[in-house]
């Protein structure tokens, strides 16, 4: 178990755990021209008439087209695993016991756990030192009803990752920030209402996205809203969450719970991808669901200027590609180029679609031939067919492409132009992206690209 920090800053943990571990056919001709009657030197015989024909005139008959042949898809681009950790999911830091609501907020006499489990990855960037990470919680449970006793924080771990078949990976929780509203900038009750710490909890906020500011501070973006929050360095709310420029809710917003107003967004749709322009002021939001009114597979790229506190005008649009439902993430590359995550709702053997895409931020802005149409996407990761070379995977063979089939593939982060890191949130207790009755673990995948971003 992972001994916990407390609420504050981040505090040095000194223990580690040790992890183990994808041809045509030819056209039919015409009616044929009559014969021709033979011609007479002397005075033609008056002609006579003739019978009407019962038998119809014949029709040309149309050509069948050729078949057309499938054309087959393009080989997914090169893609080596070079690098991996695995988090065990029944890892615990410390805090009040954990787990007493169920689906419906109904609370039970125990709980399932005496304390706070090291969950719920749901993005990532890196940390203060080499091989340091901050990594953002989920909202605990997976649902609002069944979090309120789930502590929202940052983690901070050391991560050495395994490089080759049989060497040793490390990972250590190196510390702790639980978020919390001090200064009472949140506008609706909170869980912990009467608590002075005013500590946040997964009924609270659903924290799905992460940006660390050049000053130390940081960006969440949530889903219960949707909104952008800000905290400082040591976890605290620096002003009130930030809506969406138009009133578009999701079902989880105090408004709609409220009967307020409506939803315009499904459960767990707002800001699952957000990264930092190039600007270093900007944050680019995705959100993770269409918004109703919007064409259906259609999501909107959005810009906040942290400077000014306004949404920028230019709405951008997203599309998804056939087989898959949702955004999960996304990360800068250089200049406002970034790599985007795409998935479908499958998990283990059953995932077709795990695809990571870059886009192009600058070209999309600069064309006004592109106003209202979708941006311009390039697949650049399959994480279907990732190369195993190295034997990394330990369950395969070497030489077998590794999978990353996890339902929630949720955090990547581009360190050069070759190579990406990639987290899934294991939605804790979740099981089936390693078998249906294997309780997901938290993998982190280093990938060596062959053609660069």
């Known amino acids: ?46 002609a006579k008439k003739k019978a009407p024909s019962k038998k119809p005139a014949a029709r040309p008959v149309a050509a069948k087209p050729a078949a057309a042949k499938p054309v087959p898809p393009p080989p997914p681009p090169g893609v080596e695993l070079i690098g991996m950790v695995v988090m065990p999911p029944d890892a615990f830091r410390g805090g009040p016991p954990a787990g007493r609501f169920d689906n419906e907020g109904r609370r039970s006499p125990q709980a399932k756990y005496e304390s706070q489990p090291v969950q719920g990855v749901s993005s990532i960037k890196p940390g203060p030192t080499p091989g340091a990470w901050w990594a953002l919680s989920d909202n605990g449970f997976g649902r609002k009803w069944n979090s309120p006793d789930y502590r929202l924080c940052l983690y901070l771990f050391e991560l050495r990752p395994r490089t080759g078949a049989g060497t040793d990976s490390r990972n250590a929780l190196q510390g702790v920030i639980e978020l919390s509203d001090p200064a009472k900038f949140f506008p609706w ?7 002075p710490e005013r500590v946040l909890t997964g009924a609270d906020a ?39 420029p138009e009133i578009v809710f999701s079902p989880e917003h105090p408004l709609v719970l409220s009967n307020s ?18 600007d270093d002021r900007t944050l680019v939001t995705i959100l993770e669901g269409t918004v109703a009114g919007d064409a259906p597979k ?26 898959t439902v949702a955004v999960t993430e996304m990360s800068r590359i250089d200049g406002n180029r970034f790599v985007v ?78 190579h990406v890191v990639v987290v899934n949130d294991n939605n804790f207790s979740a099981k089936g992206g390693r078998g249906p009755s294997v309780t997901d673990a938290t993998e982190w995948i280093w990938l060596e690209l062959a053609t660069p971003l």
């Open 261 to 278: 107003l409506r939803p315009r967004l499904e459960r767990s749709r707002g800001f699952e991808a957000m990264d930092l322009a190039g």
């Open 341 to 418: 995550v795409e998935r479908d709702e499958l998990e283990g053997d059953a995932a077709k679609a795990k695809r990571v895409y870059s886009i192009d931020l600058d070209k999309a802005l600069a064309d006004k031939n592109l106003a209202g149409k979708p941006l311009t996407k390039k697949l650049v990761i399959d994480l279907l067919h990732i190369g195993n070379s190295r034997g990394l995977a330990e369950s395969l063979p070497p030489g077998t492409p590794f999978r990353f089939p996890y339902l929630t593939t949720e955090s990547i982060q581009v360190l050069d132009r070759t």
């Open 298 to 323: 259609t999501l909107r790229l959005q810009r906040y200027d942290t400077l000014t506190g306004k949404w920028l005008p230019g709405t951008l649009i997203y599309a998804l590609d056939p087989d």
């Open 206 to 244: 659903d924290p799905e996205s992460l940006v660390e500011m050049p000053d130390g501070t940081f960006w969440i973006g949530d889903e219960f809203g949707p909104w952008l929050m800000h905290f400082s360095e040591d976890g605290e709310l620096l002003g009130a969450p930030v809506e969406l």
């Open 1 to 46: 178990m992972l001994a916990s920090s407390g609420h504050g800053a981040a505090f040095a943990i000194a223990l580690a755990f040790a992890l183990v571990l994808s041809t045509a056919p030819q056209p039919a001709f015409g009616q044929t021209k009559p014969a021709t009657p033979d011609k007479k030197t002397t005075a033609p015989a008056p």
């Open 189 to 195: 009750r909170i869980a912990d209402e009467n608590d």
